[in-house]
Antibody, heavy 123, light 112 residues
């Protein structure tokens, strides 16, 4: 069973950066495609970006292009999402989520989710 | 970008009755492999989202058979038969065919 364990809550000032980690347990990160989804207070789910196997690359939502970087450390099975130039409307819970990367056009849904990391942006 | 539209946004249900949620996409979600790249997720109160259905109609591991997904192209439905108290939460559809992925607004299911 895949478990995703995220880092704790963060408080940042506007204009600063934040880096959230997501440790994979029970599976190897090299066989997973990682994605990040956020949820502002009282709002719905918003896809931030992730690795699209059929494209063979990471793709970021337009809202975050130029401000977000997603990386992986396969030696520690940990994924990271760094968001810079934080604004007040970036305050949200950020979830890492994964799908198994199969061959060809295999797709099995985002079947594992982290517990979420709250990011507070306040001056 | 693909826009996902769910209805209704709020759905009060009597336990034991059935419920249906509609999800429409602005573009077809039919992949060349014949599958529709449409997922359903449930976010229970205070929890992370969980996968219910992927590829339009395939239940994820451990999901009760009371949940069923159907549809093709641009029109999809999640049906919950014999609703139970534990089914309370917000249901989201998400398209995974065309990046950027996109979610519907969410449908809040409550118990009458």
């Amino acid at each position: 069973q895949i478990q995703l364990v995220q880092s704790g809550a963060e408080v940042r000032k506007p204009g600063a950066s934040v880096k959230v980690s997501c440790k994979v347990a029970g599976y190897s990160l090299i066989f997973l495609s990682m994605h990040w989804v956020r949820q502002a207070p009282g709002k719905g789910l918003e896809w931030v970006g992730g690795f699209e196997a059929e494209e063979g690359k990471k793709i970021y939502a337009q809202n975050f292009q130029g401000r977000v970087i997603m990386t992986e450390d396969t030696s520690t099975d940990t994924a990271y999402m760094e968001l810079s130039s934080l604004r007040s409307d970036d305050a949200a819970v950020y979830y890492c989520t994964s799908q198994i990367t199969g061959s060809g056009s295999y797709y099995g849904g985002l079947d594992s989710w982290g517990q979420g990391t709250q990011v507070i942006v306040s001056s | 970008d693909v826009v996902m539209t769910q209805s209704p946004l709020s759905l009060p249900v009597t336990p034991g009755e059935s419920a249906s949620i509609s999800c429409r996409s602005s573009q077809s979600l039919l992949h060349r492999n014949g599958y529709n790249y449409l997922d359903w997720y449930l976010q229970k109160p205070g929890q992370s989202p969980q996968l219910l259905v992927y590829l339009g109609s395939i239940r994820a591991a451990g999901v009760p058979d009371r949940f069923s997904g159907s549809g093709s192209g641009t029109d999809f439905t999640l049906k919950i038969s014999r609703v139970e108290a534990e089914d309370v939460g917000v249901y989201y559809c998400m398209q995974a065919l065309q990046p950027p992925r996109s979610f519907g607004q969410g449908t809040r299911l409550g118990i009458k």
